[in-house]
């Protein structure tokens, strides 16, 4: 069940990133690594440090 809830949240924030990117809200328009929705997902799969 934790599981679960942890992927829909993971989920939530990568949909959330991805709408506020498309619709070029600040500081959401630009990444450091591509997108910031690819940033999220690539610090959560590897081990990226998360910008300070």
């Known amino acids: 069940m934790a599981r679960m809830l942890e992927l829909s949240y993971q989920g939530a924030v990568h949909d959330t990133l991805a709408v506020l990117h498309e619709r ?11 997108t910031p929705y690819h940033d999220f997902m690539g610090r959560l799969m590897t081990d990226w440090d998360w910008p300070v």
């Open 24 to 34: 070029e809200v600040q500081p959401f328009d630009d990444g450091y690594e591509g």
